[in-house]
């Protein structure tokens, strides 16, 4: 089986992920950009396991997902609150949630 076209794949993704992290300006678009990258990472892990026929990639990769999760759900709670003070999600107003 060859992993090549994954391996690209995962590079294609990861670059999608880093061009939306570094360009976009909504903190919705940036979370679902840092998504992107780690289901790039989760995808060359899960890819190199089945290369060497170890579960090690897959149970990263399963780490990966959880981390990934509690992203999601620390990020929403901060769109929350950054559209609650200034009703926009647009990152320059960030600084809205300093004490």
Known sequence: ???AP?????GVLF???LVGLLIRRNL???LLSV???LNAANLSFVAASALHSELTGQVFAFFGMTI???EVTVGL???LLLFRSS????TRNIELLKW
């Not at 994954?6 to 995962?10: A, H, K, P, R, T």
């Not at 009703?87 to 647009?90: F, G, Q």
């Open 87 to 90: 009703a926009s999600v647009d």
């Open 15 to 17: 670059s999608i992920g």
């Open 28 to 30: 919705l678009l940036i």
């Open 1 to 3: 089986m060859p992993l």
């Open 6 to 10: 994954y391996f690209i794949l995962s």
């Open 77 to 79: 709670a901060l769109a």
């Open 68 to 70: 990934a999760a509690a």
């Open 35 to 37: 998504e992107i990258l």
